[in-house]
């Protein structure tokens, strides 16, 4: 038996960053110079001053240096043997057993940074950005305050995975203040519509993968090759407007409600890492058309919070307490069914879940649900009370994989909402 996989950095059980994690960004340190790192611990590992020493010259690299950078857009394109022969040589590197770092401390100094001196940037150069609609409860939920218990899915939704394209100008990277939107709106009762900022301001719990290696522009990616095209995943907070949502949405969808800001986490989660927490994907009913059934669908297991604070507490509060394995649809069925008609993905192109809600009220994915359009305000603990997320809150998505005595997580995504005059 071989023995766990330890590093001879120091990692605290609860972190989201073992060695056995090891997810990408992109960091810029006191320099100035934007590049990719791996997170270990509180601390990153310059991708780019290994790359110098020469530790990624084999083929799979194809004679590139792509850690140097300021996003992973060409690490993505080299696909996934780049993918696992890198995170072999930072595992091995990083190990308790390898002396290369371990005893060498003027190389230490050089290869890593404290995570609390950089700042982190948007780990991609997003070109294209689509939303699923891919949990069953988020959409029954909803469907049911629009159209009612009877008629709360559309006929398409368990046939396809629901999507919109969303606008990748204004995805932002965690930390980046939200400014909230103006636009129109019209209560139903009223005559004509009125301009301003929205009076309903929502987050959604989403989680969103990376595209790595693209496919040719009418070449569609077999369901059973997907993976080969996913390179990790992100938290995600599609910020939205619901009044302005109301009024605008039908009949193409979802527009200036949604495009204003998007929010992700920093660090990407490679589906390696996510490996030892892959799950059955649950079964569907009814069997979907052969394009989108897999030999082995699977789903993994996620744990995911939101939580909120507001300007006037010490804390935050846990508004949220879902799982990944709340999506109907899997990602590799979201990948199949967004080429099918051979539609064009591209490396750092990034698709989402759609909000994850569960079957448990406190597992809804959104303001939305959780108060049931207003009607049911949250009850904060220091006796605040929210419709929608107000000026000076912060909302914080967080997500891991538990396992025996380590966890696999994906940090956070944060955003505090500023005044539409601040
Ligand atoms: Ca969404």
Redesign the pocket.
Known sequence: MTSPLRSFIEVPADSHFPIQNLPFGIFEPRDGKARVGVAIGDLIVDLSVLDELGHFRSSEFRGRNVFSEDSLNAFLALGRPAWRKTREIVQHLLSAETPTLRDDGRLREKVFHAQKDVVMKLPARIGNYT?F?SSYHHAHNVGTMLRGPENALMPNWKWLPVAYHGRASSVVVSGTNVRRPSGQTKPPDAASPTFGPTKSLDY?L?MAFLIGPGNSLGEPVPIDRAVDHIFGLVLMN?W?ARDIQAWEYQPLGPFLA?NFCTSISPWVVTLQALEPFRKPLPLQDPEPLPYLRAKSNFTFDIQLEARLQTSLMDAPHIITRTNFQNLYWSIAQQLAHHTVNGCNLEPGDLL?S??ISGATEDSRGCMLELTWRGANPLKLPNGETRKWVENGDTLTITGWCQGDDYRVGFGEVSGRIIGSDE
Do not use: I, M, P, V
């Open positions: 939303d609609y959604e989403e599609d939205s949604k989402a759609g909000t």
